[in-house]
């Protein structure tokens, strides 16, 4: 396989259900839909990428507050992603690269594992959803939990890489990144070269409706950018987005 080809793996690391309005804007009220949580893995004989490391052993605070947005259903279950990667035959040592869409627990709840990759992270997303303090997120360990913020910060200080992505911008050979929005600043699309052409990665979409009917998440920070993005990705064969039940376990 060249070294700008990749194979994909995606894996199932959570699950949650949520009132509907919160995936498709204002419609499906009194309906909830059911959310997956996944980590994609990309890799070929020369290295690999892992995008989304999950969840935090310990999401108590993150169930609080889903319990005080929606009740208790809207609890977050969570699988352990390090033990799906061994199984799959990778461990957190051999994991070369990471990025995450968006920055947010469920994303980076495990990257403090991973002693040998090198961190993509999206400057601006960063500065705005970490750095910056705001009303969109005063409590910050919802959005990076304070182990892993510290991690980042001093112990993988020398391995982190901070990009901008305004413009598709190659991370890796046959790996690219752009920024979308709409969901958070830390928002991405991911373009993966595969054998079966380019595979997209995105949580600017909770589910593959959104794009296809051309309805902004419930949860967005700025609809026009999700009208945006999903003209922008609407061209591609083969969107995966990020909380879709559909691209569970999935393979290319």
């Not at 920070?221 to 909380?243: G, Q, T």
Request: proline fraction near 4%.
């Amino acid at each position: 396989m060249a070294k700008n080809v990749f194979k994909v793996k995606i894996f199932k690391v959570g699950q949650s259900e949520v009132p509907a309005p919160e995936v498709y804007r204002m419609s499906g009220w009194g309906k909830w839909e059911t959310l997956h949580f996944h980590m994609l893995l990309a890799y070929n004989d020369e290295t690999n990428f892992l995008i989304n490391t999950g969840m935090p052993k310990n999401i108590d605070e993150r169930n609080s507050a889903m319990v005080e947005f929606a009740g208790e259903r809207a609890k977050f279950i969570s699988i352990d992603s390090i033990h799906l990667l061994s199984e799959y035959g990778f461990d957190a040592a051999d994991i070369r690269n990471i990025s995450f869409t968006p920055i947010q627990d469920y994303t980076n709840g495990r990257a403090n594992e991973f002693k040998n990759a090198r961190y993509h992270i999206l400057k601006e997303g960063w500065v705005k959803d970490i750095v910056i303090p705001g009303y969109h997120n005063s409590d910050r360990n919802l959005f990076i939990p304070e182990h892993v913020l510290k991690y980042l910060t001093f112990d993988a200080r020398g391995r982190i890489h901070f990009f901008e992505a305004k413009t598709e911008t190659e991370l890796i050979p046959g790996i690219s990144a752009l920024w979308v929005g709409c969901h958070h600043r830390a928002s991405l699309a991911f373009i993966i070269n595969t054998d079966s052409g380019d595979i997209v990665f995105t949580d600017a979409s909770f589910k593959s409706r959104n794009i296809d009917n051309f309805i902004p998440m419930g949860i967005a920070e700025n609809i026009f950018e999700c009208y945006r993005a999903y003209d922008m990705l609407k061209p591609y064969e083969n969107v995966l987005s990020a909380y879709d039940p559909s691209i569970s376990e999935l393979e290319f």
